[in-house]
């Protein structure tokens, strides 16, 4: 997993260009636009998105696309999987727990066995 991916998503704005980015490519003044900041502050955070590998841009015309490439984002997913595995594992044996409780307090044992049986 490469740190300079979690880096460059580490600043807020970023992480919103990734998310609109999501939905398709959009060129720096729509992103801009969108996420109510100047086109000069949307081309640097794109730039530290395309050198993180995260964006690629096409030029189009007079204008630029960005969009989003995938394999970043499943490098991530990879690597928070491994968290997610440890995390139901532990809620598994949770579950198992709580549900013993459940069972002992469904069925408490008898005064009598309680007593020592005599």
């Known amino acids: 997993m490469n740190v300079a991916t979690l880096s460059a998503l580490a600043e807020p704005n970023r992480l919103h260009m990734v998310e609109l980015l999501r939905k398709g490519p959009l060129t720096v003044n729509e992103i801009a636009d969108r996420l ?55 809620l598994d044996r949770l579950d198992d727990y709580l549900k013993e409780i459940q069972r002992e307090e469904a069925n408490p044992p008898s005064l009598e066995a309680k007593k020592g049986g005599t």
């Open 36 to 90: 109510h900041i100047r086109q000069p502050q949307a081309s640097k955070h794109l730039k530290i998105l395309n050198e993180a590998q995260i964006v690629d841009v096409r030029p189009a015309a007079n204008r630029r696309f960005y969009m989003l490439r995938t394999e970043p984002l499943q490098e991530i997913d990879a690597w928070l999987q491994t968290f997610r595995e440890m995390w139901e594992m532990r």
